[in-house]
T-cell receptor, first 112, second 107 residues
Framework: NAGVTQTPKFQVLKTGQSMTLQCAQDMNHNSMYWYRQDPGMGLRLIYYSASEGTTDKGEVPNGYNVSRLNKREFSLRLESAAPSQTSVYFC???????????FGQGTRLTVV | GQQLNQSPQSMFIQEGEDVSMNCTSSSIFNTWLWYKQDPGEGPVLLIALYKAGELTSNGRLTAQFGITRKDSFLNISASIPSDVGIYFCAGQLHMRFGAGTRLTVKP
């Protein structure tokens, strides 16, 4: 049982490049989340998907887009990467919007 | 939007001491969660609280869901070196996190 799987684990982008971070969960969870964590800081919610077919903005959505591809997969896209988007990105999932969430191992993204 | 205030920001304690940290919110939450994050890893769930007033233990960890539903605390008893890490509170709906408490345990 893999839980929440994120790919890639590490990525370096040049300013202006685009990329998609992938996330998949095998726990049959309804809700999925994307966070970013900057050094010495907590996790800030970028976007979430309460259920398949819905997505909503979190605290820091600017510069990002998401797709809930199906119940298992929730991707995060950076259309034009900026150095301010250098961060560690975590995906998480939960059975419902009020139950505990489980996290992936993170994607460490550097934008130069 | 919802804002969680977690304190203290950091703690330096001796092995064997007890630790207490808390989280307060400007909004009511349905669920309070406590996570621990080790360097280079994702947060791992320690305790989940679902009911106002609920007191739950997990080994040396004890957490409580405040009666007002706007606060929660986490206690760690008899700390050991492997307790080192960052502890986060989180509130559901939509999983908002506090800024974390960085715990250092001196042997």
């Amino acid at each position: 049982n893999a839980g929440v799987t994120q790919t890639p684990k590490f990525q370096v982008l040049k300013t202006g490049q685009s990329m998609t971070l992938q996330c998949a969960q095998d726990m049959n969870h309804n809700s999925m989340y994307w966070y970013r964590q900057d050094p010495g800081m907590g996790l800030r919610l970028i976007y979430y998907s309460a259920s398949e077919g819905t997505t909503d903005k979190g605290e820091v959505p600017n510069g990002y887009n998401v797709s809930r591809l199906n119940k298992r997969e929730f991707s995060l896209r950076l259309e034009s990467a900026a150095p301010s988007q250098t961060s560690v990105y975590f995906c998480a999932s939960s059975k419902t919007g009020i139950t505990e969430a489980f996290f992936g191992q993170g994607t460490r993204l550097t934008v130069v | 939007g919802q804002q969680l205030n977690q304190s203290p920001q950091s703690m330096f304690i001796q092995e064997g001491e007890d630790v207490s940290m808390n989280c307060t919110s400007s909004s009511i939450f349905n669920t309070w969660l406590w996570y621990k994050q080790d360097p280079g890893e994702g947060p791992v769930l320690l305790i989940a609280l679902y009911k106002a007033g609920e007191l739950t233990s997990n080994g040396r960890l004890t957490a409580q869901f405040g009666i007002t539903r706007k606060d929660s605390f986490l206690n760690i008893s008899a700390s050991i070196p492997s307790d080192v890490g960052i502890y986060f509170c989180a509130g559901q709906l939509h999983m908002r996190f506090g800024a974390g408490t960085r715990l250092t345990v001196k042997p």
